[in-house]
């Protein structure tokens, strides 16, 4: 069984930052592209940032010079760096990582989310 726990959202003023965190764990061989997703009310889920193992990453041009995505390896976590937040950041913000449990299955995984909310 793979998890994926989400963790670092909150409550912060416009052009504040926050740090999102996700750890994935249980039976992993190996990971994939990790990813941050998020949704707003009435919208659909769309990507934020994606890494691959390698470190090669690309951003949704709404968030480039602003948001930062990096993966620790060693620890099987994801990281997402939001500075300058802008209230149109606020949404559920979703961990994803495509995982590897042995040598001849890999799925999508997904975290519980969690919320952002950029408001003075």
């Known amino acids: 069984q793979v998890q994926l726990v989400e963790s670092g959202g909150g409550l912060v003023q416009p052009g504040g930052s926050l740090r999102l965190s996700c750890a994935a764990s249980g039976s992993i061989f190996s990971i994939n592209v990790m990813a941050w997703y998020r949704q707003a009310p009435g919208v659909e889920r769309e990507l934020v940032a994606a890494?691959?193992?390698?470190?090669?990453?690309n951003y949704a041009d709404s968030v480039k010079g602003r948001f930062t995505i990096s993966r620790d390896n060693a620890k099987n976590t994801l990281y997402l760096l939001m500075n300058s937040l802008k209230p149109e950041d606020t949404a559920v913000y979703y961990c994803n990582a495509n995982i590897r449990t042995n040598l001849y299955t890999n799925r999508d995984y997904w975290g519980q989310g969690t919320q952002v909310t950029v408001s003075s």
């Open positions: 890494i691959t193992v390698g470190g090669s990453t």
